[in-house]
């Protein structure tokens, strides 16, 4: 048994929703009592698709439990295809009625159902979403695709995009461009807008591009064990990423790697002058371990940031994570505890997040700017407009999504410099931002009111009055003159200069912070 | 005064009921957990189950809540169900955990969830040990909160009943009011009846747990939602009287409940008069204003909250709308018996639902404003029928006087916004 708060991944069914609800002519038959019919939302809400996922659930009720749940199963499964007629049905069964084993697989097994009827086992109360959209790719996959002949020009499959997956639909129009600049065709893209016949094609492809490994990579391996298809391991986000992405399609396919850099910006943004306050930018990682690799390698070598912390909550794919923090010199977070991760970041006191639907929370609270990089995402991270992350347009759009939390150039410089300033101080946040200026909590933001822990910088709220107030050797008073210039250094560095002043006050064995004492830190870690 | 006679036959009371079983697209009664915790700021609410409870509570939050929030998901693992590991040593560590963490935390609830009842989790058994360990700190309660028991807005019915049995007794004549609020409406209701000379008032449930209401033999209790029936039952146990009224949405619905409620502490018609004629004056003015777009126009009710059928009165008797089909999860006329008297019969009244066979229906029907929940509003948009989500329901100040306008408002703008928006091209 494990508390949770908030959860990065939803269960394995939901993964396998995703998938079903990208497809078309696939229909996926759960057996599930009637509150799991929540997951409708993901999708007809955050992700504002216009059709109800082609879900049919059997909503069995208490009542039913002593009785013919099975029967019940049947009953649906057969109601589902005559209403819809897909040309395959997956089936399977949420948390709930895998406790009571009716082996839905087997039972539509027995139906005589006319088109291809795929079971799916998705342990729920020991795998997760990412889990679940993998699998059920895969098995999809197995139960379709069948050796054919490959077309006489070189083609490839794309493999990976679902529906609720971030920016998957635009990803997808900037990895054809590049194909398409190589002379490359597209076979098919799977699961995202595929049919099931569509998969039955898969086989006439030379190679497959996975997009998203958290989604196919199963599915990839077992196309080059049986048809004999090698994939792509680079994943196209960043601009360094995306050339090395064209050399590998190149190498594999046997073409020239042509690329079309005319829409490529983000090189020529970097560098101008404009962004060398970008130098240096401490900014943490968290998200699906192939975003966060990605954006690691843009971080420090396309936007000159340095990276204070990374981590990811896929625990499948913290291998390659772990060996990419080593490169960087960090201790990698591999969690799906979201407390354990805003202890983390505050622990840090980064300039910047760079991570998921909940950093923005985190992020939030502490009073940090933050980016979205990966899911789980919400509902405004479904832009109407075209928002790739991968390949050129998808670096020039990173450029402009990380830079825009921040507070610009020139406009830091003024901010430090006038900073008693009635209407222009640094709790407005950028200018930029408007009305929705992140309002700096007491947390990465002002200046401690009290004696506090700096073994913990928790930033707990005050809980209870009752509890004692922290005494001891590890605690650390401000004295007023030093608190007050704390509170004029801007926010956007304030958690850093507190954060390395109570260091150095620490390392000198010192229990009162003074002004001197501020501004000897400060010339120590001057760089 | 005017009360409105109820149509002497054909009400929909006597309607016949289409039951329907099949594919229900509701929430469960987790959901209510969303609004309870911040009704009620020294409880934490610890669902026992699995990664789906969870993913339903984030996603059905629609926008997360920032601060940490006052409920959790005890998330059971495979070593619980294989039974490597006694779920409830394990259930005592997480709470003993939660409790060190939380120290402001007064009441727990352990709510039951799906897979907790199918493993037959006995979290009765697990909330009486651990009241015991954590007296007189912390009061432990349980409840289910499960898709297999309940439906959506039965999770708070579910919550309040089970604090009932721990209520002081007292023999007080005394008013409770029940069901849980937004704060500004509760203080329109007990400023209403104050002003007319009723109280003591006590609130269930109350928004600390110290303030708990007292109950006994002398307890009069109106509901504030109409789906509360057990802990209406309930509080009709520990001798408490039920008083039975239409639910106060819309000027008359208010005025019914607040006058079922003056006849019971018998206050004179002048008083009652003094006391409402200015809110229902501009309770009628507002609703005059927010249902010009709605007369004349057909609703179809998808069941979801159980707010359907009192709404259903709102909207044919003071907006002008007429009812095509008014779906509830489950119908308790105890509860909602009041409203089918004023609803003249004609409307469909149809309780449980196979989702695909309703959706046949709308799509038949095509009426002008579908209520319906989350999953299904979108999709019907894009089949060009208008849509109201019934979640906000719940989540909005509606009932009273003063939110009369508002209430007649939800269901008019989107009616006001397809007819605003020009999306076509110009010819």
Not at chain 1, 136 to 146: E, G, S
Not at chain 1, 406 to 427: I, K, N, P, S, T
Not at chain 2, 289 to 315: C, T, V, W, Y
Request: hydrophobic residues 40%; charged residues 25%; aromatic residues 8%.
């Amino acid at each position: 048994m494990k508390l949770t708060v908030w959860t990065y991944e939803g269960p394995p069914h939901v993964g396998a929703m995703r998938v079903a609800t990208a497809m078309r002519g696939l229909h996926y038959v759960l057996h599930a009592p009637q509150g799991d019919t929540y997951a409708d939302l993901l999708f007809t809400m955050i992700e504002r698709r216009d059709h109800r996922p082609p879900v049919t659930y059997t909503t069995f009720e208490g009542r039913d439990l002593g009785e013919d749940t099975a029967g019940i199963f049947k009953q649906t499964c057969q109601d589902a295809y005559d209403r819809f007629k897909p040309q395959a049905i997956i089936v399977g069964a949420s948390c709930t009625a895998e406790l009571i084993q009716d082996d839905p697989g087997g039972l539509a097994e027995t139906m005589n159902i006319p088109v291809p009827v795929i079971p799916l086992e998705l342990p729920s109360y020991q795998r997760k979403e990412n889990f679940g959209s993998d699998e059920t790719f895969y098995q999809i996959v197995r139960a379709l695709a069948r050796p054919m002949d490959r077309t006489p020009a070189a083609t490839v499959n794309i493999l990976g995009p679902l529906a609720l997956g971030f920016r998957h639909r635009d990803d997808i129009e900037e990895v054809k461009g590049l194909l398409y600049e190589m002379g490359i065709g597209i076979n098919v893209v799977a699961p995202f807008d595929a049919t099931p016949e569509d998969i039955t094609r898969l086989g006439a492809a030379h190679a497959n591009v996975v997009m998203y490994p958290e989604h196919a990579e199963t599915a990839a391996r077992h196309l080059e064990k049986t048809l004999g298809q090698p994939y792509t391991k680079t994943i196209p986000i960043g601009v360094g990423a995306t050339h090395d992405f064209v050399a590998e399609v190149a190498q594999i396919c046997g073409v020239e790697p042509k690329k079309d850099l005319s829409r490529l910006r983000q090189p020529w943004w970097s560098r101008s002058v404009d962004s060398t306050y970008l130098t240096g930018k401490r900014v943490f990682l968290f998200g699906d371990a192939t975003h966060v690799i990605a954006a690691a390698r843009i971080a420090r070598d396309e936007m000159g940031f340095e990276v204070v912390g990374l981590g990811c909550y896929n625990r499948e794919f913290a291998r390659p994570l772990r060996a990419l923090a080593k490169q960087f010199g960090l201790t990698p977070l591999i969690t799906d505890d979201y407390l354990e991760v805003e202890q983390a970041i505050a622990d840090a006191a980064p300039e910047m997040i760079l991570g998921t639907q909940m950093e923005r929370h985190i992020g939030k609270r502490l009073g940090i700017p933050c980016a979205v990089i990966s899911a789980p995402v919400h509902v405004q991270d479904f832009p109407a407009r075209y928002s790739p992350q991968m390949g050129w347009e998808g670096a020039n759009v990173i450029f402009d999504t990380w830079i825009h939390p921040l507070v610009m150039g020139l406009e830091e410089h003024l901010l430090a410099m006038f900073r008693e300033d009635f209407e222009f101080h640094d709790e407005a946040g950028p200018s930029h931002h408007g009305g929705h200026a992140p309002k700096p909590s007491d947390a990465g933001g002002p200046a401690p009111q009290t004696p506090r822990h700096i073994s913990g910088t928790k930033m707990d709220e005050p809980r209870s009055d009752e509890g004692p107030a922290p005494t001891g050797a590890d605690v650390m008073v401000w004295l007023a003159d030093a608190e007050k210039e704390l509170k004029k250094i801007p926010f956007f560095v304030r958690g850093k200069a507190r954060r390395n002043t109570e260091k150095f006050a620490a390392d000198q064995g010192l229990q009162e912070i003074s002004l001197d004492t501020l501004y000897e830190a400060k010339a120590h870690f001057a760089r | 005064m005017n009360t409105p006679t109820p149509v002497p036959s054909g009400t929909c009371r006597d309607a016949p009921i289409l039951k329907e079983r099949g594919q229900r697209e509701v929430f469960c009664g987790l959901t209510g957990i969303i609004w309870l915790h911040r009704k009620m700021q020294d409880a934490f609410f610890l669902v026992v189950g699995s990664r789906t409870c969870a993913h339903l509570l984030q996603s059905a939050a629609g926008v997360m809540i920032f601060a940490e929030p006052r409920f959790g998901t005890a998330i059971l693992e495979e070593t619980d169900l294989a039974g490597m590991a006694d779920a409830h040593e394990e259930l005592d560590r997480e709470v003993a955990r939660l409790l060190s963490r939380r120290p402001d935390i007064k009441q727990l609830f352990l709510v039951g969830s799906c897979p907790s009842e199918v493993i037959k989790l006995d979290l009765a058994r697990a909330a009486e040990r651990l009241t015991q360990i954590h007296a007189p700190h912390v009061r432990v309660l349980n409840y289910s909160g499960s898709g297999i028991e309940t439906t959506f807005t039965q999770g708070e019915d579910a919550c309040l009943a089970s604090m009932v049995p721990v209520l002081p007794t007292t023999d007080q004549r005394e008013l409770m009011l029940v069901g849980a609020l937004p704060d500004v409406v509760e203080d329109q209701a007990v400023s209403l009846l104050t002003q007319m000379g009723i109280g003591p008032i006590r609130v269930l449930p109350a928004p600390r747990s110290a303030e708990a209401p007292g109950i006994g033999p002398n307890t009069v209790f109106a509901c504030l939602q109409p789906f509360l029936g057990d802990t209406a039952a309930a509080l009709t146990r520990r001798g408490a009287r039920m008083i039975q009224a239409p639910f106060p949405f819309g000027e008359e619905g208010t005025t019914l409940w607040l006058r079922a409620i003056a006849e019971e502490f018998g206050v004179d018609e002048d008083t009652f008069d003094r006391v409402t004629a200015a809110p229902r004056a501009r309770a009628r003015k507002a609703v005059a204003n927010a249902s010009e777009a709605l007369r004349g126009k057909s609703i179809f009710f998808m069941p979801d909250s159980q707010l359907e059928i009192p709404l259903a009165r709102f909207l044919t008797r003071e907006c002008g709308m007429e009812a095509i089909e008014i779906g509830q999860p489950y119908i308790h006329k105890g509860l909602v018996g009041p409203d089918l008297d004023l609803i003249p019969a004609g409307p469909t009244i149809s309780e449980g639902q196979d989702v695909d066979r309703q959706l046949d229906r709308v799509r038949a029907a095509r009426p002008d404003l579908t209520i319906c929940g989350l999953g299904l509003a979108n999709p019907l948009e894009a089949e060009g029928l208008t849509t109201k989500w019934a979640i906000e329901l719940v989540f909005t100040p509606v009932h009273f006087y003063e939110q009369a306008g508002d209430l007649a408002g939800l269901f008019s703008r989107p009616i006001r916004r397809r007819s605003l928006l020009n999306l076509e091209a110009a010819e």
